[in-house]
T-cell receptor
Framework: GESVGLHLPTLSVQEGDNSIINCAYS??????FIWYKQESGKGPQFIID?????DKRQGQRVTVLLNKTVKHLSLQIAATQPGDSAVYFC????????????FGTGTQLKVEL | EAQVTQNPRYLITVTGKKLTVTCSQN?????MSWYRQDPGLGLRQIYY???????DKGDVPEGYKVSRKEKRNFPLILESPSPNQTSLYFC???????????FGQGTRLTVV
């Protein structure tokens, strides 16, 4: 019979455009929200975090926005480059310590030349 | 170079044959964790450790054991592997001072 795989949501952008990757979270008690980037064949790599009492944080070419009212997190990448192609995960850190992370299911970002 | 090292990178084994995946970090981090990554499910935490001799269950601990006898090492033990433990496994370490977790390169395990 036919097999159906589980596909990641995919975002395709042109090189040089801005990318916006979205994430919904569930735990209002999380104290930090974090974005990770995972390139093919590698482990996740930390990009940026935001504390739960903040709305916005900027890094180098990246901005994270947190909307606690609707439990929504977004990662904006400015001037997207081919090296940005990867799977992006949002994660919430539980307030109980130990850096216990709960990850989202991920979004595949494809940068088209 | 600061890193988390997992071994082996790839492993094919048979149902019921005990195996251990090693994890070592050279950053003197207190916290260490194991995750499994499956298509469409993201990364799910198996076990974590806040310091030597302190371990706790994550979200999917069934079928796994861990130990933390030394700060740098956090092995993952599968006493009797089953096919549903076929997955990509990641070890991570971090410091209490910040949220950044450093991940190993992953271990792809296949249980037949």
């Amino acid at each position: 019979g036919e097999s159906v795989g589980l596909h990641l949501p995919t975002l395709s952008v042109q090189e040089g455009d801005n990318s916006i990757i979205n994430c919904a979270y569930s735990n209002s008690a999380s104290d930090y929200f974090i974005w990770y980037k995972q390139e093919s064949g590698k482990g996740p790599q930390f990009i940026i975090d935001i504390r739960s009492n903040m709305d916005k944080r900027q890094g180098q070419r990246v901005t994270v926005l947190l909307n606690k009212t609707v439990k929504h997190l977004s990662l904006q990448i400015a001037a997207t480059q081919p090296g940005d192609s990867a799977v992006y995960f949002c994660a919430e850190r539980g307030a109980g310590g130990g850096n216990k992370l709960t990850f989202g299911t991920g979004t595949q970002l494809k940068v088209e030349l | 170079e600061a890193q988390v090292t997992q071994n082996p990178r790839y492993l094919i084994t048979v149902t019921g044959k005990k195996l251990t995946v090693t994890c070592s970090q050279n950053m003197n981090h207190e916290y260490m964790s194991w995750y499994r990554q499956d298509p469409g499910l993201g990364l799910r935490q198996i076990y974590y450790s806040m310091n030597v001799e302190v371990t706790d269950k994550g979200d999917v601990p069934e079928g796994y054991k861990v130990s933390r006898k030394e700060k740098r090492n956090f092995p993952l033990i599968l006493e009797s592997p089953s096919p549903n433990q076929t997955s990509l496994y990641f070890c991570a370490s971090s410091s209490p001072a910040n949220t950044e977790a450093f991940f190993g390169q992953g271990t792809r395990l296949t249980v037949v």
